[in-house]
């Protein structure tokens, strides 16, 4: 599919401001090649650990203060891995916003919740009901990822896990350690990088990229076939103010013909009285 310029794009959301969301979502899918990751989730629930453990390089910065302040992207292995700012992290909500566009070039999101902090609180249900409806309509899978898990004992952590299933039923979840998988691979020990879970993690991502540009492909489809049917509304109402404009224009070139056809015989009747 031809890409969508920048020009066209601002064309299109002058026509159909009301499907801006999908006109964007559009253009980042005609912009996209490697297959992108995205993480999402509150400030300091280890977003920016988990993307360095599954990629196996220290690329995205981690602190204990607030250092992920813009997306930050990292293409390795033919995926592009994007960090975002921690959700309600500053009282402007700017990260929030940059978070949340991110998602529109994103072939799978991984709402990150760290399991020491409890069950999910009211804004990430919220949130995981949105990017549910937004897998639904645009088509970008979503993966809920519990870290942090074995710096919990394990009948409270398979309570927390439990509950947060019942919280968010749609959505998949997977369980990680970074630094039981980080050790384990250190020490050589599989049983401790098998309970960090970050391989069965990166299976299930690699699942679902595996099949990354047959869905692409088809979210382009559906999303031509219904801008096409909203644009249809408006270009309609511009081939009616062609016409309109077309005959007032010929209305005013016909009465501007007779006006000078008159003047002209008035003319020559004071010619010939002469």
């Not at 566009?101 to 919740?113: E, K, T, Y």
């Not at 699942?207 to 692409?216: G, I, Y």
Request: charged fraction near 25%; charge should be negative.
């Amino acid at each position: 599919m031809q890409k969508l310029d920048a020009a066209t794009l601002a064309t299109l959301h002058a026509l159909l401001p009301q499907a801006r969301t999908e006109l964007d979502r559009l253009f980042a899918l005609t912009q996209a090649a490697a297959p992108v990751v995205t993480v999402l989730g509150k400030y300091n629930h280890g977003k920016s650990t988990l993307l360095n453990t599954l990629i196996g390089v220290e690329h995205f910065k981690v602190a204990d203060v607030r250092e992920t302040r813009e997306v930050s992207s990292h293409e390795h292995d033919g995926v592009c891995w994007t960090d975002t700012p921690g959700l309600d992290a500053d009282v402007a909500g700017q990260d929030d916003a940059l978070a949340h566009n991110a998602l529109r070039r994103s072939d799978l999101c991984l709402l990150v919740h760290a399991i020491d902090a409890g069950e999910l609180d009211a804004e990430e249900r919220a949130l995981g009901q949105r990017l549910l409806a937004h897998q639904q309509q645009h088509g970008c899978a979503v993966l809920l990822v519990l870290t942090r898990i074995t710096e919990q004992p394990e009948p409270q952590r398979e309570t927390v896990i439990a509950r947060i299933r019942d919280q968010l039923p749609d959505m998949p979840l997977c369980a990680v350690s970074a630094s039981s998988h980080q050790r384990g691979l250190r020490e050589h020990k599989t049983g401790l990088r098998r309970l960090g879970g970050i391989d069965a993690l990166r299976q299930q991502i690699d699942d679902v990229l595996a099949f990354s540009t047959a869905r692409r492909q088809s979210q382009r489809i559906a999303l031509i076939d219904r801008l096409d049917d909203q644009l249809g509304v408006p270009l309609d109402q511009h081939r009616r103010d062609l016409r309109r404009a077309e005959n007032h224009l010929q209305q005013d070139a016909q009465r501007f013909c007779a006006a000078y056809i008159e003047l002209a015989r008035k003319a020559q009747r004071k010619l010939e009285a002469i």
